[in-house]
């Protein structure tokens, strides 16, 4: 099973280069941000939980955000591998996923972070917030999904990085190009 973080800012560009990804190589996509969506739209317990956090701009906390990561994962027991998108975005995130993995047989092969300054965050996910009028997406919300990345899931990084893992492409240029710089790290495995 192959296995990939996809890493970045709110607005790096994780969603759109994941369905790239997804169809060239056969993996399953699983993003934390489209769980929490599908559990807020079919307003389930841990959706209208999970609903009052994203309107406050808080991150869900780990264990709701890991019995949905690892019930996701038991769906497809044939997979060729995931992508995880948008999670870990702790290090101890990090640790119950390595830990998970581990009792499935399986590893994280690769963490691969879109560099994307901030300027270009903002312009960008300004845009996406003119099309699809996601509530996250509002300014003040934005601002501190972007504080938190900054102050905690960075330092998710060099817990991938201390085992050799992790690999960084430019986030900013053509989305063909950035896809190009994606595949040619995912091939090295």
Do not use: C, W
Not at 77 to 102: H, S
Not at 124 to 153: C, H, M, N, P, W
Not at 162 to 182: C, E, M, P, T
């Amino acid at each position: 099973m192959l296995n990939f973080v996809l890493f970045g800012p709110p607005g790096a560009g994780k969603g759109t280069q994941s369905e790239k990804l997804i169809e060239k190589y056969q993996l399953i996509h699983i993003s934390t941000g489209d769980l929490f969506r599908a559990h807020i739209k079919n307003q389930s317990p841990l959706g209208q939980r999970v609903s009052a956090l994203i309107a406050e701009g808080q991150l869900v906390p780990d264990e709701i955000t890991i019995a949905m990561l690892e019930e996701e994962v038991d769906k497809n027991p044939n997979a060729k591998g995931f992508i995880f998108d948008g999670f870990p975005r702790t290090v101890p995130q990090a640790e119950a996923l390595d830990e998970f993995l581990e009792s499935k047989g399986s590893s994280i092969a690769g963490v691969i972070a879109l560099d994307v300054d901030q300027q270009e965050l903002t312009k960008r996910i300004a845009q996406r917030q003119i099309e699809t009028g996601r509530v996250d997406d509002q300014a003040d919300k934005l601002q501190k999904r972007i504080e938190e990345y900054f102050s905690k899931t960075i330092h998710v990084l060099p817990y991938y990085e201390g085992q050799n893992k992790l690999s960084k492409v430019n986030g900013i240029g053509k989305i063909d190009d950035i896809f190009a710089d994606l595949s040619a790290v995912i091939d090295k495995y």
